[in-house]
C-alpha cells in the first residue's frame, strides 16, 4: 500500500474469516485512502518506531548484562507467579528493593 499510493490494494488474504465487518466494507476503507504525502509521513513513521524498538532493545540487553552478577537472586524472585513474564520486571523490581533483604523483618 505504501509503496504504491492511490492504487487499490486487495485485502481479501488480510482479512481473517472470523472479522464481523465484510470485504467489501473493508476494501472501500482501504480503497483510496492514502494519497502520496501520507505514504511519505507513514513511512517516516514506521522508519522511527522500528528505530525505537532497536533502540529499546539495545538498552534492554545492557540492563540485562548489568543484572549477570545477581542471577540467583533474580530467578529467585522469577518465582512469584506474576513475575515470570517479562525479565525486565523483575530487575526493576531488584533495583528498587535492592540486594539487602535485613530491612524486611520477616520473609
Not at 533502540?55 to 548489568?66: D, H, P, Q, T, V
Given at each position: 500500500m505504501l509503496n504504491h499510493?492511490?492504487?487499490s490494494f486487495d485485502v481479501t488474504p488480510f482479512v481473517d474469516r472470523r472479522c464481523k465487518t465484510s470485504i467489501p466494507e473493508i476494501q472501500?476503507?482501504?480503497d483510496g485512502a492514502i494519497s502520496p504525502e501520507q505514504a511519505i509521513k507513514l513511512r517516516q513513521y514506521l522508519t522511527h518506531i522500528d528505530e525505537l524498538e532497536a533502540?529499546?532493545?539495545?538498552?534492554?540487553?545492557?540492563?540485562?548484562?548489568?543484572a549477570e552478577p545477581f542471577t540467583l537472586?533474580?530467578?529467585l524472585l522469577r518465582t512469584f507467579s506474576s513475575l515470570d513474564k517479562s525479565p525486565m520486571t523483575v530487575i526493576?523490581?531488584?533495583s528498587e528493593i535492592?540486594?539487602?533483604m535485613s530491612v524486611f523483618p520477616t520473609s
Open positions: 499510493p492511490g492504487e472501500a476503507a482501504v533502540y529499546r532493545k539495545l538498552i534492554e540487553n545492557a540492563i540485562l548484562s548489568l537472586t533474580l530467578n526493576d523490581i531488584f535492592g540486594s539487602n
